[in-house]
């Protein structure tokens, strides 16, 4: 079959009426390719949407599906005899992300390929003209999708910080003393922590699609339905922020057991409704005060569902044209190779556990312990070890983790997540290449270095990656490492080295970067047993 890029007749002949230039079995032959092509992102979104951050994740594509039929009934779809070129650069755009994502093993690639895929479907449809014109809702499935683990991870640890220090102005407002330690609020009596849930991403994610929707159906200038859709991010803050506050005020006069149960989950929901309802006024104050001559809209969100069935009614009878018929055959010839190309098996990694890491370093004897259940958690990793160890005069503490695939969301985490919390605070940061090892056998490598305090006590930290043979300091470039070690070599694991020592008040620095250096001249040659480099 010859396919014209240059003029794809809508159905217009009387021989491509017949059931073989329906719609609706091409599509369901589109759906099944991107089914069998896109899998494993598609599972991995429905996982994501089983977590309360995603739980409103199945409602945007009911929200998309409205936007469309609103757009369709309000100005139906015209015939569009013109180039399809522009949906099949976007088709194959979508299936080398998807096929990209697939090698790598990373979910959220092949789900932003998937995404890509509809836009594909949609101008190959309607065409280039008519189906550019439903780009917000196609834009707007965007907001179904999780935030890449690394990612997620760093905003929530910035949103917790706002977050507990606005809280606390809010209690100071109300004249009741209160203490800030980190992300811990001390009441006296009390003290609440600011937990990854308070971060307020729980508003803010379904917030963005509801602030979407509500721009799109906007009546007024572009730029009021930008405003609108941006302060979806200061008001999520603030609410939060002051919902965070009440909290600490109702259990200071009231008790603990107002910050958990039924009635926390029920606070946020009123502030969940709360921001929709500030939303929803900032339209009206744009509408009214700020039209700069414009006539005063009829109404200011339009939200019509008058006819919103004719266009589904009318869906047995589209035609589907040789364009949107031929990228159906390749998206369902690429779902079937990719499903027949046989799995590729990672090689055993042949390394030590780190639970048989020896306690005994040089004149450092150390004492493993173990993680608090919650960074153990946001840690996510297969193994760690976490051990404080002694000379007798100097501590240091040494955490070591290990990942045995870090594409599938986890093992990346931003810099400020490795560092100790509950209260530290950064003074210094700053990349810098340390060298150890005794003389002959020395190694020459970048670390991340830290100098934490909280109140007068300070602590030096160093931390990097071990990925594979390579050390690396930089979260993104680990992750993108890994991405292309899956790709060439099957292989992602990897893991995180940090070390730790106190500083006393009167201590040079320089005394404690000796200190950690002299303990990693007997760590790092260990190392490769348990993080093995990649064989040449």
């Not at 609020?185 to 917030?207: H, T």
């Not at 200038?221 to 979806?232: D, K, Q, S």
């Not at 055993?348 to 608090?372: C, H, K, S, Y």
């Not at 153990?376 to 990793?381: F, S």
Request: hydrophobic share 45%.
């Amino acid at each position: 079959m010859t396919v014209d890029f240059r003029n794809d007749e809508h159905g217009a002949s009387t021989d491509y009426a017949s059931l073989a230039t329906r719609a609706i079995p091409w599509i369901l032959v589109a759906s099944l390719g991107a089914a069998a092509f896109y899998w494993d992102g598609l599972i991995s979104l429905g996982y994501a949407w089983a977590r309360p951050e995603y739980s409103y994740g199945p409602l945007v594509p009911l929200i998309t599906l409205y936007m469309t039929l609103l757009e369709i009934n309000r100005h139906p779809v015209k015939a569009d005899h013109g180039s399809r070129i522009v949906g099949f650069i976007v088709l194959a755009a979508a299936l080398l992300i998807g096929l990209v994502g697939n090698l790598v093993e990373i979910p959220d690639i092949i789900t932003y390929g998937f995404i890509l895929y509809i836009g594909a479907l949609i101008l190959l449809l309607a065409g280039t003209r008519e189906g550019f014109r439903f780009w917000p809702g196609w834009l707007h499935l965007i907001f179904m999708l999780p935030l890449p683990a690394f990612i997620y991870l760093q905003v929530s640890t910035h949103l917790q910080a706002v977050s507990a220090e606005l809280g606390v102005a809010v209690i100071q407002l109300m004249n009741i003393p209160v203490l800030l330690d980190g992300t811990v609020i001390d009441l006296g009596e009390y003290k609440l922590l600011v937990a990854e849930a308070c971060s307020g991403l729980r508003y803010l994610f379904p917030l963005f699609s509801f602030g979407w929707l509500m721009a799109v159906l906007y009546n007024g200038p572009n730029w009021h339905r930008v405003v609108i859709f941006l302060a979806t991010i200061p008001v999520t803050i603030l609410m939060n922020s002051f919902r965070v506050g009440m909290i600490g005020v109702l259990v200071n006069y009231y008790g603990i057991e107002q910050a958990e149960g039924f009635l926390h989950y029920f606070e946020g929901w009123v502030i969940f409704i709360s921001c929709t309802a500030i939303l929803y006024i900032l339209a009206w104050i744009l509408s009214r005060y700020f039209s700069f001559g414009r006539e005063r809209p009829a109404y200011i969100i339009g939200m019509d569902y008058q006819g919103m069935m004719g266009p589904l009614k009318k869906l047995p009878s589209l035609k589907a044209g040789r364009a949107f018929i031929s990228a159906a055959v390749i998206a369902l010839l690429a779902g079937l190779a990719w499903q027949m190309t046989p799995t590729q098996e990672p090689a055993p990694i042949n390394r030590l556990p780190l639970g048989i890491f020896p306690m005994n370093v040089e004149n450092w004897q150390g004492r493993a312990t173990i993680l608090d259940r919650d960074i153990e958690r946001v840690l996510g990793a297969d193994e760690y070890l976490l051990a404080d160890f002694s000379d007798g005069e100097k501590d240091i503490n040494l955490l070591m983790t290990f990942y045995k695939s870090q594409t599938k969301g986890s093992g990346i985490h931003s810099p400020e997540i490795c560092l100790p919390g509950g209260g530290w605070e950064v003074s210094q940061w700053q990349q810098r290449t340390i060298t150890v090892g005794s003389d002959g056998e020395q190694q020459s490598f970048p670390v991340n270095r830290a100098i934490i305090q909280q109140g007068l006590e300070r602590q030096l930290v160093y931390f990097w990656f071990e990925q594979r043979g390579r050390r690396i300091t930089n979260d993104f470039e680990a992750k993108f490492a890994s991405m292309w070690d899956t790709f060439a070599d099957g292989r992602s694991d990897g893991g995180l080295v940090r070390v730790v020592t106190p500083l006393t008040r009167t201590e040079d620095v320089e005394l404690a970067d000796e200190r950690l250096q002299n303990f990693l001249s007997s760590v790092v040659p260990q190392l490769p047993s348990y993080f093995p480099a990649i064989e040449n």
